[in-house]
């Protein structure tokens, strides 16, 4: 899953992004379910809210929105069938955070790209009667070299997969298609708990943490 991610603007390279020069965010190192964020449509960054709140699942009690989409399921629910057929997305982050479960407790790792650039994820969205958008990540297995943590991770696409997603292809092509082979570029380490609390938002939250030796 993905639950939680860090983008900043101007760490990597967006430059393909048409309205890149014009369109200004605040690094956000804490990134929850909820948040207005930059979600790249049709080749234009957008902001939008990150989790999908459908009618049925705001009829029931205590609900909330559906911030990732499992691949495997894109082409069997209801839910995510016509947003993955007409309505993908990139969803551009600097890294996530996965917690791997300990005898001691949940220790929280960050995930980036190996040469610090953007990684762009496979995303859905669905534009509202309000004018506003949201967004889900899609999530896959993790590859084996990153599932160590956890086993899944966001759907992280390469060159030739951007290409893929984004094309007017037979969503059962693209679905074959897809490349999930990207684990040998990404690294992690270990992360200060304080990214257990949402409201924390400062670079320490991305620095490797390393216990102290007593």
């Known amino acids: 899953m993905c639950g939680r991610y860090y983008f900043s603007i101007d760490f990597g390279n967006l430059s393909f992004v048409d309205n890149i020069d014009a369109f200004s965010f605040e690094e956000n190192f804490n990134i929850a379910p909820q948040t207005s964020v930059p979600v790249v449509i049709d080749n234009k960054l957008k902001e939008c809210t990150w989790g999908y709140y459908p009618q049925w699942l705001k009829d029931q009690s205590n609900s909330r929105p559906l911030f990732n989409t499992r691949f495997e399921s894109l082409l069997e629910k209801k839910t995510f069938i016509s947003a993955f057929k007409k309505s993908r997305c990139l969803v551009p982050i600097s890294g996530w955070y996965e917690w791997k479960l300990l005898d001691e407790g949940k220790q929280p790792y960050f995930f980036k790209n190996t040469n610090d650039e953007n990684l762009l994820a496979a995303g859905l969205y ?3 009667s309000d004018g506003s958008t949201e967004f889900t990540i899609i999530t896959t297995a993790a590859p084996v070299e990153i599932n160590e943590v956890h086993d899944r ?3 992280i696409l390469d060159d030739v997969s951007t290409g893929i997603w984004l094309s ?3 969503p059962k092509d693209i679905h074959l298609n897809i490349s999930h082979d990207f684990g040998s570029s990404i690294e992690y380490y ?3 708990k ?3 609390n949402p409201k924390n938002n400062n670079e320490e939250l991305i620095k490797e943490f ?3 030796p007593f």
């Open 210 to 212: 390393t216990e102290l």
């Open 194 to 196: 304080s990214v257990n």
């Open 168 to 170: 007017d292809d037979d």
């Open 126 to 128: 669905w534009d509202r």
């Open 153 to 155: 991770s966001p759907l």
């Open 190 to 192: 270990q992360v200060s």
